[in-house]
């Protein structure tokens, strides 16, 4: 298991002390995306928000549009009663707004490197419990979607568009 020490290198996109961006990838977000799998009833309740944090935090790793989509199902799951389920069995809105409106999704530019929410991948790594997990990763889930701020009102006419209405 890794270690908090204060000499770790740093990830230079979500700044956890996880060996640097590629650990961070391929070590500490592997492994709790394998918990979550092994342990749908518990760990993988919360997995489509584990996905959307990882992904805003570590957009430069993505497709351009990845942040659009990643932040729709976001606020979804966190002002609409959304399911993060990872054998999600309600979809809410997500599939009409991919099939009519993704391809004109326009860039939304994330905050700086280091400045997308003080709690990261790393933190849900060293969490060994199932509730604490879940209860973790909606912190994380409202820390990341509070740093895309300038996106909201985006977020929210896109929701719209697709019959959601709510205040958030």
């Given at each position: 298991?890794?270690?908090?020490?204060?000499?770790?290198?740093?990830?230079?996109?979500?700044?956890?002390?996880?060996?640097?961006?590629?650990?961070?990838?391929?070590q500490v977000f592997g492994d709790v995306l394998a918990r979550e799998y092994s342990d749908?009833?518990?760990?993988?309740?919360?997995?489509?928000?584990?996905?959307?944090?990882?992904?805003?935090?570590?957009?430069?790793?993505?497709?351009?549009?990845?942040?659009?989509?990643?932040?729709?199902?976001?606020?979804?799951?966190?002002?609409?009663?959304?399911?993060?389920?990872?054998?999600?069995?309600?979809?809410?809105?997500?599939?009409?707004?991919?099939?009519?409106?993704?391809?004109?999704?326009?860039?939304?530019?994330?905050?700086?490197?280091?400045?997308?929410?003080?709690?990261?991948?790393?933190?849900?790594?060293?969490?060994?419990?199932?509730?604490?997990?879940?209860?973790?990763?909606?912190?994380?889930?409202?820390?990341?979607?509070?740093?895309?701020?300038?996106?909201?009102?985006?977020?929210?006419?896109?929701?719209?568009?697709?019959?959601?209405?709510?205040?958030?």
């Open positions: 298991m890794w270690e908090r020490r204060g000499h770790m290198k740093k990830c230079d996109l979500c700044g956890s002390e996880s060996g640097g961006r590629e650990a961070c990838r391929n749908p009833a518990g760990y993988g309740t919360v997995h489509l928000l584990t996905v959307d944090c990882y992904a805003l935090q570590h957009s430069e790793d993505h497709s351009p549009r990845s942040n659009a989509l990643h932040l729709i199902r976001l606020c979804w799951i966190l002002f609409c009663s959304g399911d993060p389920d990872i054998g999600q069995k309600d979809k809410g809105p997500i599939p009409y707004i991919m099939e009519r409106y993704y391809r004109d999704f326009p860039f939304r530019k994330p905050p700086p490197p280091g400045k997308r929410g003080d709690i990261t991948v790393m933190d849900l790594y060293i969490v060994r419990d199932p509730e604490e997990h879940r209860a973790l990763t909606y912190k994380w889930a409202k820390a990341v979607w509070d740093t895309y701020g300038e996106h909201h009102k985006w977020v929210r006419d896109q929701l719209g568009k697709a019959g959601i209405n709510f205040n958030a």
